[in-house]
């Protein structure tokens, strides 16, 4: 580590948990971040000011004015311009010695599995049940840890999925794909904008405290924030034996 990366990551060496060993391992860590968008944005700002070595950030969406109210990597000059790549220009600026990897084009779950065939973990920012659903397959086949987080009105929730212990449960354990889920989107029923910071930061610091190895993750539990009450409750998420994706059935 260079004398300029000493100081720049000073905060984090003096933390017992983290140290010289743990920076150096941040900077040789590659995290997948699918969705540019309200979480997506403190979850990439934060792993890349935290020296998080390679980040590949994928969106297929433009931004557009409605998504400056909370998607913070973003602004009115970089409007019409796809949210990767406006990412990119964000990061570059939080910290150039970040290789940041855009995927800019709608993919496949056989496209999406190969970007993610070189992330040490996953973490889903996205706003759909059909991207989670796929990252959930694709993670458990490749036996990687993923990060799911959402947030929509005042509600927001966290999980962690780590399939590398074989007794994680999966997000379909969770909230089992019945094909007829009524998906709440902002457009259409909004999101309190410090709500997502809030999600996204948990899930920056659960992707952290995985590639380090420190701590307690949420694996086995799922958070949930009321941002109007400012509470949080965790609940326990079990492995469910008749899982079409992670049981042994």
Known sequence: ??????????????????????????????????????????????LASSGVGTLTVCDFDDVDLSNLQRQILHSESTIGINKAVSAKHFLNNVNLEVNVI??????????????????????????NFTTRYALNQIAFDLKKPLVSGAAIKFEGQLSVFDFRNPLSPCYECLFPDTQDDQELRCSDHGVFAPLVGMIGSAQAAEAIKILLSIGETLVGSLGTLDIKSMKWQIFTVKKDPACKVCSDK
């Open 1 to 46: 580590m260079q004398d300029n990366q000493l100081e720049r990551y000073s905060r984090h060496i003096l933390l017992p948990e983290i140290e010289y060993a743990g920076q150096e391992k941040l900077l040789n860590s590659h995290a997948l971040i699918v969705g540019a968008g309200g979480l997506g944005s403190p979850v990439a700002i934060y």
């Open 102 to 127: 855009t995927v800019e084009d709608k993919l496949d779950i056989a496209s999406m599995k190969k970007v993610a065939t070189n992330a040490d973990v996953i973490i889903d920012c996205s706003d």
